[in-house]
């Protein structure tokens, strides 16, 4: 499925993916703008029942990882750097697995390699985040205005369901090859273990832990994000030159 789309720069194909409940228009606007100045071209996806996609919600990151092989290929894009966060980061990790041929690097952050010991009070604090959230009638409003005809609820509500984590496919990395980086913050101490497991698991991946931020680093310090990712992208095509 080919997913609505926000463009921004031209030059080298950079894949930014929002998180859970948000779009790509509202998502990583700091980020867009700074690589769109910086010879990027920047592609922010609409994931599947965000803002413009539509789509089912059942198994939900393989359709998602391939709806972004759809949207490159109706965009013409043979090769793309990715990154995404939480949800996003998922679907950007499952893409680089499923498609290696179509990525020239890797970011993600705000996701986890294997269960935390208190998965379950985590999922219930999110859960529990979400039913406040339904009773803010402004956020209801402004959720109802991006996502447009869907039905937004019911996909938070999927998130929180049991097994929807493909914690099967996070934690499966050590056969990536594809320039790999994890960035965190400093605030959410059990992201920071998960970005250290990511490391046990495959050494060639990097790791970033930015101060001053939490699960949505990229919203909490967009600049530090930004110069952390542009600082691996140029690192990658060094290395890419030399070889």
């Known amino acids: 499925m080919i997913l609505h789309t926000t463009i921004n720069g031209e030059g080298e194909p950079l894949v930014l993916i929002h998180s859970g409940g948000m779009t790509g228009h509202t998502e990583y606007e700091e980020q867009s703008d700074y690589f769109a100045a910086n010879n990027y071209k920047v592609i922010r996806p609409d994931l599947r029942g965000h803002g413009k996609s539509n789509g089912r919600i059942e198994n939900y990151f393989s359709h998602?990882?391939?709806?972004?092989?759809?949207?490159?290929?109706?965009?013409?894009?043979?090769?793309?750097?990715?990154?995404?966060?939480?949800?996003?980061?998922?679907?950007?990790?499952?893409?680089?697995?499923?498609?290696?041929?179509?990525?020239?690097?890797?970011?993600?952050s705000g996701i986890y390699p294997i269960e935390p010991d208190n998965w379950n009070e985590l999922s219930r604090e999110e859960a529990e985040r979400y039913e406040q959230l339904f009773n803010n009638m402004e956020a209801v409003d402004y959720l109802s205005e991006i996502h447009g005809g869907n039905?937004?609820?019911?996909?938070?509500?999927?998130?929180?369901?049991?097994?929807?984590?493909?914690?099967?496919?996070?934690?499966?990395?050590?056969?990536?090859?594809?320039?790999?980086?994890?960035?965190?913050?400093?605030?959410?101490?059990?992201?920071?273990?998960?970005?250290?497991?990511?490391?046990?698991?495959?050494?060639?991946?990097?790791?970033?832990?930015?101060?001053?931020?939490?699960?949505?680093?990229?919203?909490?310090?967009?600049?530090?994000?930004?110069?952390t990712l542009e600082a691996f992208l140029k690192n990658q095509q060094i290395e890419s030159e030399e070889n």
């Open 151 to 227: 039905d937004w609820k019911s996909l938070l509500h999927s998130f929180c369901e049991d097994d929807f984590y493909p914690f099967h496919e996070t934690g499966d990395v050590s056969m990536i090859t594809i320039p790999t980086l994890c960035i965190v913050g400093e605030k959410e101490n059990v992201e920071v273990s998960a970005a250290i497991t990511y490391k046990q698991l495959n050494p060639a991946f990097h790791i970033a832990i930015i101060p001053f931020a939490g699960h949505l680093v990229h919203r909490e310090q967009p600049e530090l994000y930004s110069h």
């Open 64 to 108: 998602c990882a391939d709806d972004i092989h759809d949207t490159l290929d109706s965009l013409n894009l043979e090769e793309c750097h990715i990154a995404g966060v939480s949800i996003g980061g998922i679907v950007a990790l499952l893409f680089a697995k499923n498609y290696p041929e179509k990525v020239k690097s890797l970011s993600f």
